[in-house]
């Protein structure tokens, strides 16, 4: 057993606190865990009790690591594993942490999927199909992401992303306009059906034609 003869807090913007035993430097830990363990000089610590207090540190530096992760915006599972990983983190560790994050509700694939369609749909509409490649691509699972993406409308979609962009096109030739048009929403993943009707239906509102009034722009040259 060794006694704890001082503990020493970080200051400023250091979160570690240092433990001595004897007299001597011993280790550090998260200043949250010192707290929230109820250390205090004079206490005599096993070496058994020393593994557990650094293991818990270890997590909870690994815990803190995740939630400024999440501060910035919603993650996914498989995102916040990637990004713990990259700090060097053990994979205990890290399920441990990921465990604790979904209790607390503060990770959940299903609600992330729903936040990342609504964020698309609200600032860059995109196609049915490539917004469930980009929820592949963040690890979530087939059946959210088929449950998220089946309200998406590609017709609409296609129209709002496009819309701002087809009034700002200076070109006068139908030609030019369905190509810059149509290469813009290729890359947004839209299908070929979809974006020869919006670049119609973009061109004649630009041009105002009415329905009834509406020519066969495709064989203008």
């Given at each position: 057993m060794a006694k704890i003869t001082a503990?020493?807090?970080g200051?400023?913007?250091?979160?570690?606190?240092?433990?001595?035993?004897?007299?001597?430097?011993?280790?550090?830990?998260?200043?949250?865990?010192?707290?929230?363990?109820?250390?205090?000089?004079?206490?005599e610590l096993s070496a058994s009790r020393i593994e557990a207090l650094t293991r818990a540190s270890h997590q909870?530096?690994?815990?803190?690591?995740?939630?400024?992760?999440?501060?910035?915006?919603?993650?996914?599972?498989?995102?916040?594993?990637?990004r713990l990983q990259k700090h060097s983190f053990d994979d205990d560790t890290i399920k441990s942490v990921l465990v604790r994050l979904k209790?607390?509700?503060?990770?959940?694939?299903?609600?992330?999927?729903?936040?990342?369609?609504?964020?698309?749909?609200?600032?860059?509409?995109?196609s049915q199909w490539l917004t469930r490649l980009e929820l592949k691509q963040k690890g979530i699972?087939?059946?959210?992401?088929?449950?998220?993406?089946?309200?998406?409308?590609d017709n609409e979609n296609a129209y709002r992303a496009a819309h701002s962009k087809a009034h700002k096109l200076k070109t006068s030739d139908y030609q030019d306009f369905r190509r810059q048009l149509g290469e813009y929403l290729k890359r947004r993943g839209f299908g070929y059906g979809v974006i020869i009707k919006t670049?119609?239906?973009?061109?004649?509102?630009?041009?105002?034609?009415?329905?009834?009034?509406?020519?066969?722009?495709?064989?203008?040259?």
């Open positions: 503990l020493r807090f200051k400023g913007r250091s979160k570690r606190a240092r433990i001595l035993l004897d007299g001597r430097a011993a280790f550090s830990l998260e200043a949250e865990v010192a707290v929230r363990e109820g250390l205090a000089v004079g206490q909870q530096r690994c815990y803190d690591a995740a939630t400024r992760y999440l501060s910035y915006r919603p993650r996914s599972e498989h995102e916040m594993k990637q209790e607390q509700g503060l990770m959940n694939d299903a609600d992330f999927a729903t936040f990342w369609k609504d964020n698309r749909q609200s600032f860059s509409p995109r699972p087939d059946e959210i992401i088929e449950q998220t993406v089946k309200s998406i409308d670049i119609e239906r973009l061109w004649h509102e630009r041009e105002g034609y009415q329905p009834a009034d509406y020519p066969d722009t495709r064989a203008k040259k």
